[in-house]
């Protein structure tokens, strides 16, 4: 087993027992949403230091491509989740230029263009394709415990992709452009084609996570899949954990997401409140993450 | 029906130029993007909404209020992260995920004081007869905010270019080191760049009811946005190419409302992206760093 | 993937069983000590006003029946008290999602009421059904939630969105006067539809849409679109939007100094109140709306308190004059009070098939309530148009159309 597998494992499994034991199985899907959504960053952030406000942008396309799917393909779900995927990745194909503005612009910009994807999704002269703003209602598919199931496994997929990542060339060839870009085009790593690799890895995951969420809800409205907040939540969530570890974005999610939902969720302002706090502090005083803590006293962390 | 909306557009041109200005300065002094920019417009808003509530105050007299508060504020919030961050490994980007961290706190404070709901300032307080101009009819409180917007521009234009500040402000913007080197404060120079920056996006959040539509908590971040789209069309780091980035923006932007209102959300984004992708220096100035 | 479900069906039937003898069991024993009403409200955020007099409106009932020992329950043949388990959603669908879970799977709530509006009850509908509970919907009036083959849901207060402007667009044919009509709709399930019928129905008229666009439900400034109707010289203006959108239209028609013959907007019908002190008694001069109680009273009332007992005895217990959505939510609790009473077990579908037993029977202060027999929508209330004649500093109401009910002509075109 490569390092970090055997947590993997262990994450998963607990989802997969949970809703036996747990009745709001809601709360349960959107923690693991929530994970993906994480992990996905950390594939980009944590391997090569961009910091994709707009990642919502990709659930959102993600949640559409696989709906559309469904309602004007007629695919059954699991093929309509591909497609949701691929329409996400397309997404990223196109955006895939902005890799080459720096942190911030590239920050910005991919904020915009996921206002743009929005925009377009949800324009009222586009109803009779993507229902423009009068949203989605896949009731006939609707199955929720079957779309459960399908998370955990998106879940699995997802923390997959990260231990390959901390344990390949690949993962390395990222780090090593993250931290000295000009002297890993020397050292013979194809800069463009690597971080392109990382960032449509990340697209994918997020498309999956928000086909399977499309899928589970089955009736939403544009604004709340390409809501900032899905960013912000999954950006917190993996800059508290710690990036570039497997572990950093899964303890960030369970801790806040965890903390969201006992005092956040009927006070959202107040948990906002601590997100914000949580960042400024983090920036200041621990820029790596909780998991940087651990490496301090010699733990090694997957 | 065109010259109505080219008017406009120079209205909302002008006042956009206010909205941004700000962000650029901050930009051109500390080559940081203050994400919470449009955050503190929305506490100028609330100010302004707030004065006019609770004691039916003009929202002009909310002007010399927002301007003292939010020059402290920014002095102080200079002080407080600032220097530390400088000394980090990756200043620009740590400061970027900071500040989106503030722009977080002041969003949840403001919906903590005043609630998720929608404010709005009646566009009657000043008066409620249109102002005819060039023989088109114009609501009053759009007059009065370009007006006030033309107004505060000049007062950048002279703090900038005939000012001892000014001076020691733009030799900042050029080289923080050289700036540094021929003695000249930087720290307080930039602590007040910072502070006239949120003084600015402050005052144009007085007539954001006016110009934006309703006063809300979370407009923030829509806003700090778009005025990175009209900084980036003027010119980054350069504050009056701000201007021509607002007018064109402006006009750009009641062209598409007229003309094709359901497209019209999407272009200050496809602006924003087209121009850093495209022609990243600006309609002026010079070009952005690239990684 | 189907093994991880066969054997998480497995486990769940091994699970179930002994729970399915136990509840049995319990159900002939115990009488419960409460009826749990589960709720959601919205105290910010686009919703927030109206979601918030639909749950005064609900606990005012709620407090009616507990005054009196309870709601009488036909299954166990007693009187049993309320509990209203509530909790606040912000205006926020994917918070409401998982608060709906929390309700059923965690309160075990015995009756559970949607959020007020479209948005809010959007996502209620497929929880509702995957748990098998009756969704009491107050006023989501969207058409797409009423399927024939989803039975777990009724609508109690409104007819459903697209049948509002029937007696509208009949008006605009039959006024003469008026052929050119400008529409502005925000683009939700809710206005849109109104949008779709009122395009409909003016098909083939000789009255023509000179102007007809839709704007995101977040618009909040109307100046320049205003400008651009008033280029199109309509002879009616019909503005569909929620309170904020005719807060802001109504708003932005006043600074702009423009005058239409003719102006309609929804919400000063239900929330005169509100939109009235925002916009003043001046601007709503004139102008046309859908009329709903308090402006309307239902004289045939057979069940529940009658309006003017509910004013008085809703002031009395709040120190608010209700307004509609009031009504609407104590219009709710009077339908689950009628259902308790009749239905033979507390099992959601026995619960639906007593509401279908006294479909069309039932008038309360809300009107007549009649529920379509195969989609759960209502079909009982019709709203008729009404125009805002100025009387001193106040307002009435002159009810214009359907003639059977017109209490006069309507000034037109506006003074």
Known sequence: MPRGGWYSVGVVLMFAVLPFVYGNHALLFNMMMYLVLAQGINVLFGFTGYLPFGYVGFFGTGAYGTSLAILLLHLPPLPALLVGAAAAMLVGLVLAPLLKLSGAYFAIASLAASEVVYYIVSNPHLTPLTQGPYGISLVQTYNAAQSYAVMVAVLALALGAVVYLRNSNLGLALQAIREEPISAGFAGINVVRERTRAWLLSAALAGLAGGVYAWHVSVFYPKPVFDLSISVFAIVFTLFGGAATLLGPVVGTLLLYGLYNWIGISQPEYFQLVFGIVIVVLVLFLPNGLMSLLRRIRVDVP | ?291 | ?415
């Open chain 2, 1 to 291: 029906m065109l010259s109505y909306t080219l008017l406009a557009g120079l209205l909302f041109g002008l006042y956009f130029s206010l909205v941004a200005v700000g962000l650029n300065l901050v930009f051109g002094v500390m080559r940081l993007i203050n994400l919470a920019h449009g955050d503190f417009l929305m506490l100028g808003a609330f100010l302004a909404y707030g004065l006019y509530a609770a004691a039916g105050l003009n929202p002009l007299y909310a002007i010399p209020a927002a301007i003292v508060a939010f020059m402290l504020a920014g002095v102080a919030l200079y002080y407080a992260v600032v220097p530390r961050l400088q000394a980090s490994r990756d200043p620009q980007m740590l400061s970027f995920i900071l500040l989106f961290g503030v722009s977080q706190i002041i969003e949840a404070l403001a919906v903590i004081a005043f609630g998720n709901n929608q404010r709005a300032i009646p566009a009657t307080v000043f008066g409620s007869r249109p102002v005819l101009l060039l023989g088109q009819s114009f609501p009053v409180a759009w007059v009065v905010s370009a007006a006030v917007s033309a107004v505060a521009l000049v007062v950048v234009y002279v703090y900038l270019y005939h000012s001892r500040l000014g001076y020691a402000t733009r030799a900042v913007m050029a080289s923080r080191d050289e700036a540094a080197s021929t003695g000249i404060n930087v720290h307080r120079v930039s602590a007040i760049a910072l502070g006239t920056g949120l003084a600015l996006a402050a005052v144009a959040g007085v007539f954001s009811a006016f110009m934006l539509g309703s006063i809300e908590p979370d407009m923030g971040i829509g806003i700090t946005t778009t005025s990175f789209a009209v900084i980036v069309i003027g010119s980054l780091g350069n504050p009056l190419g701000t201007v021509l980035g607002g007018l064109v923006y402006g006009v750009g932007l009641m062209v598409m409302e007229t003309f094709y209102p359901s497209w019209a959300d999407l272009l200050p984004y496809v602006l924003l992206i087209l121009i850093l992708l495209v022609r990243p220096s600006g309609l002026l100035g010079q070009r952005v760093r690239l990684a």
């Open chain 3, 1 to 415: 993937m189907t093994k991880y479900l066969r054997l998480r069906r497995w486990l769940l039937a091994c699970a179930a069983l002994p729970m399915v003898l136990l509840g049995a069991a319990a159900s002939q024993a115990a009488v419960p000590k409460e009826i749990r009403i589960g709720t959601l409200y919205a105290d910010s955020g686009p919703f927030a006003t109206s979601s918030l007099s639909q749950l005064a409106g609900l606990k005012f009932w709620v407090n009616e029946v507990n005054r009196q020992g309870g709601v009488f329950v036909r299954a166990y043949g007693r009187k049993i008290p309320v509990r209203l388990v509530t909790y606040n959603d912000r205006s926020s669908t994917t918070t409401a999602a998982t608060l709906y879970n929390q309700l059923i799977t965690e309160d075990r709530v015995n009756i559970l009421a949607a959020d007020f509006g479209s948005v809010l009850t959007s996502v209620a509908v497929p929880i509702a059904r995957e748990h098998q509970m009756l969704l009491f919907d107050q006023t989501g009036t969207g058409a797409a939630f009423f399927t024939r083959d989803n039975p777990y849901i009724v609508l109690t207060s409104l007819p459903t969105s697209a049948r509002w402007p029937y007696a509208l667009a009949d008006f605009l044919k039959a006024q003469g006067k008026i052929r050119r009509v400008a529409l502005l709709y925000a683009t939700n399930d809710f206005t849109g539809s109104q949008a779709q019928t009122l395009r409909a129905r003016l098909q083939g008229s000789g009255v023509k849409l000179v102007f007809d666009h839709g704007v995101p439900t977040s618009t909040s400034s109307y100046a320049l679109l205003l400008h651009n109707i008033q280029a199109s010289r309509p002879d009616a203006v019909i503005e569909f939007g929620f309170p904020d959108n005719d807060i802001a239209f109504l708003h932005d028609l006043q600074a702009s100094g423009i005058k239409f013959k003719m102006v309609f907007t929804i919400f000063p019908g239900q929330l005169l109140a509100l939109v009235q002190k925002n916009v003043g008694a001046q601007t709503l001069a004139y102008t046309y709306t859908y009329p709903t109680p308090p402006l309307l009273v239902y004289n045939r009332v057979n069940y529940g308190m009658g309006l003017d007992r509910f004013s008085r005895a809703f002031h009395a217990a709040t120190g608010t004059q209700p307004n509609f959505l009031n009504i609407a939510g104590f219009n709710t609790g009077l339908i689950i009070q009628k259902t308790l009473d009749t239905a033979p077990n507390l099992r959601q579908m026995t619960l639906r098939r007593s509401v279908m037993r006294f479909s069309g029977k039932l008038h309360t202060l809300d009107g007549a309530f009649r529920i379509d027999a195969t989609t759960g929508a209502q079909i009982g209330e019709a709203l008729p148009v009404g125009q805002f004649i100025p009387v001193g500093k106040g307002l009435t109401v002159r009810m214009v159309y359907p003639p059977a009910i017109a209490t006069g002509r309507p000034a037109y075109p506006a003074p």
